[in-house]
């Protein structure tokens, strides 16, 4: 992938009146990145959207998108870039194939190459079958992917997807993540926001944390793993061989063994210790039947940070108590 | 700041479309039946009074719009009654609808400006009324031209398209102010509402209130005729701020060319003509001279549908795209 940056910020800033929706944000997207917003309600994601693809005002701060200004050339911008909106939404009392014509002709499309971009965008996002049925009678995953095709179709460089997983059950998720990962398979950088933390980790690239219209996290997920949770690593292993908890205690950076079940055991360390607690388990002739580390989860990361935040507010508020 | 590329790239697109929707709509196809059914029913029953008075009427095609049976309202009554009701059944949701079903944001996302959408919506819905009117026209000529057994001469067609156009300015009015509550009330009911109630005021109850609005302005005591000619102006003024009024004004000189000021009917109504230096009372008016007549009035009703337009458009860009 090379390093070629697709969408940059920097310090940009949203007020609405008094209230500041986004507060000084920077960041950059590589082309062929799958980048991620998240955060709490309200915390500005939405809107940040919106500036990058100038349907909002920007207080102040600077975006360029490919190289151009959403504010100054909108065009520029909305050709290449591919929107699905947090509820997205179509005319229901047209065909699915007639809702992607509409957009077609906005874009300029002429009718062979509609004909052809949308019967093919159709089929990847399998409603090909259902192309020639009214809207209004789909489900809200087939929206969904309907709002995909139409930015398959639109052959867009960058697809800015605002919480595509809500409201899908498990199996549409995972088909919605699958095309999501062909977008940057083909070059397309990705910018999504979402909830859904586990599944953010699956695809995302790097993610940004927000908060109160603030980064206030951003990296891979490793990466915020080692900045919120501390540099521990927790192994687990399962193996059998009496006495391995003592010997694998004793191997140098392990701060502690636990039980977690009959032959499992995990172990707590401020390094990764699979090579020697293998070797261990060799050496005692054992079998091994499990050993891995565990990935920081998104999910943790993010109930700590948030947890932590709460904790330093309540901190300046009653410090006393906290302390005692 | 200049902007970069056209404001209208997508205009085209936009217009067919909404024009295509209006044309399929259950909405579109009730209101035209309704227009139709009851403006030939008073063209019809017009005609038979027509035949039994006036024979010899040099302008016999014209009475078709303006006269009606007995107890009835005229053409250009019905008109000026019906095309505000369609101009808010098509205008009322044209944007507020594009929120509710949340297909704002994904079109405005694609490479046009807020300005082709606006605007698309507006000539949408105009051609749909265009297209219902020139209908209702041809279909009354018609209707003319079997029951009366003779085609209209080219100075009553002329008066005739005069018409049409300004009924066509009249509905881009209502037009203009529905889309302008379809940007400015999230609520479609609530644009309806208000829209309706704001028509119910204008042809309703304006016409009565006016002189009351217009009595601190005119004096008591009428003695010489220029006093009673600006007593009229004044009352006239104060009518006029119903659009139906001014429409009403437009046509009844247009299709009748012995009027030669709109001071006049009132005037008659008195038991009182119009003497002008140099003019014969009761003589028509060439086509031209009519126009001259009520030309300030077209002027100001084309202004006004502009002016609704305007702020309309200006309150839509302000806005947020999300709701
Ligand atoms: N039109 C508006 N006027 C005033 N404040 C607004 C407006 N739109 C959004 N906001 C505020 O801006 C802040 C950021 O909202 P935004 O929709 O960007 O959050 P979000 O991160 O997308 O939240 P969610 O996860 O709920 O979608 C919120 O505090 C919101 O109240
Ligand atoms: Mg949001």
């Known amino acids: 992938m090379s390093e070629e940056t697709v969408i940059e ?35 500005g994601k939405t809107t940040t959207i919106l500036m990058l693809l100038g349907l909002t005002e920007i207080s102040s701060g600077e975006v360029r998108v490919l190289g151009h200004n959403p504010a100054r050339e909108p065009l520029s911008v909305k050709r290449v870039v591919g929107y699905l909106p947090d509820t997205v939404g179509f005319y229901d009392h047209l065909t699915a194939a007639d809702n992607l014509h509409y957009t077609a002709r906005l874009i300029g499309f002429t009718k062979d190459v509609r004909e052809k971009k949308i019967a093919e965008a159709l089929d990847r996002v399998g409603l090909a079958e259902q192309a020639e049925k009214r809207v209004g009678t789909f489900s809200r995953g ?17 697809a800015i997807l605002d919480e595509p997983t809500t409201g899908l059950d498990p199996h549409a998720t995972s088909e919605l993540l699958g095309i999501i990962r062909a977008f940057k398979s083909e070059g397309v950088s990705v910018l999504l926001s979402s909830h859904m933390l586990e599944r953010v980790q699956s695809v995302c690239d790097r993610v940004a944390l927000f908060s109160g219209g603030k980064i206030a996290l951003m990296g891979t997920v490793p990466e915020l ?21 003592d010997r694998l205690a004793l191997i140098p950076g392990v701060s502690g063994v636990e039980r977690t079940g009959i032959g499992k055991l995990r172990l707590h360390s401020d390094r990764d210790v699979r090579p020697e607690a293998a070797a261990e388990v060799v050496a005692m002739q054992g079998r091994l039947k ?35 | 700041m200049r902007r970069e590329g056209s404001a209208f790239a997508g205009l085209g697109v936009v217009t067919l479309k909404e ?41 016999l095609f014209l009475r078709l719009f303006t006269r009606a049976g007995e107890g009835l309202p005229s053409f250009v009554s019905v008109l000026s009654f019906l095309v505000p009701l369609v101009a808010i059944g098509i205008g009322f949701d ?43 026209w041809l279909l009354v000529i018609g209707l003319g031209i079997l029951t009366l057994g003779l085609p209209p001469g080219p100075e009553e067609v002329a008066r ?95 299709l009748d060319p012995t009027v030669r000021s709109t001071q006049q009917p009132l005037l008659a109504s008195l038991g009182l003509v119009l003497l002008q230096p140099g003019s014969i009372p009761g003589a028509p008016l060439p086509l031209v001279q009519s126009l001259l007549v009520v030309w300030p009035q077209i002027v100001a009703m084309i202004a006004g549908a ?18």
């Open chain 2, 306 to 323: 502009i002016l609704l337009f305007v702020i309309g458009y200006v309150t839509f860009q302000r806005q947020e795209v999300r709701a």
């Open chain 2, 94 to 136: 044209l944007v507020s609808s594009e929120r509710s079903q949340r297909t704002l944001s994904r079109i405005l996302s694609q490479p046009i400006y807020r300005d082709a959408l606006l605007f698309g919506k507006y000539l949408g819905g105009l051609i749909t009324i265009i297209i219902m009117l020139v209908a209702l």
């Open chain 1, 290 to 324: 499990y050993l891995g580390v565990q990935e920081a989860s998104l999910e943790a990361i993010y109930t700590r940070y948030f947890e932590s935040m709460a904790q330093e507010r309540s901190g300046v508020k009653d410090g006393e108590r906290h302390a005692a």
């Open chain 1, 9 to 43: 910020a920097a310090g940009l800033t949203k007020t609405y009146g008094e209230a500041v929706a986004v507060d000084h944000i920077s960041f950059k997207v590589g082309r062929g990145e799958i980048f991620g917003l998240l955060g709490p309600n309200g915390a």
């Open chain 2, 160 to 254: 005739a398209l005069a018409m049409l156009v300004v009924t066509i300015v009249y509905a881009g009015v209502w037009l203009g102010l529905a889309l302008l509550f379809s940007i400015v009330f999230r609520s479609p009911a609530t644009a309806a509402f208000v829209a309706l109630g704001l028509w119910l005021f204008f042809t309703v109850l304006w016409p009565l209130l006016a002189p009351y609005a217009a009595a601190p302005f005119v004096s008591e005591t009428v003695q010489t005729p220029g006093d009673l000619l600006t007593q009229i102006s004044v009352l006239q003024a104060f009518a006029r701020v119903s659009p139906g009024s001014l429409f009403g004004e437009i046509v009844g000189v247009l």
């Open chain 1, 142 to 158: 087939m929206r969904q992917r309907l709002g995909l095709a139409e930015i398959l179709m639109k052959g867009a460089q960058i």
């Open chain 1, 225 to 245: 793993g080692r900045q919120v949770l501390g540099g521990g690593y927790v192994v687990d292993i399962e193996a059998d061989g009496a006495g391995l908890a």
């Open chain 2, 19 to 59: 024009l295509s929707d209006h044309m399929t709509g259950m909405r579109m196809i009730v209101m035209e039946w309704l227009v139709v059914l009851l403006a030939l029913g008073v063209v019809y029953t017009g005609i038979q009074q027509i035949r039994q008075v006036s024979a010899e009427d040099p302008f």
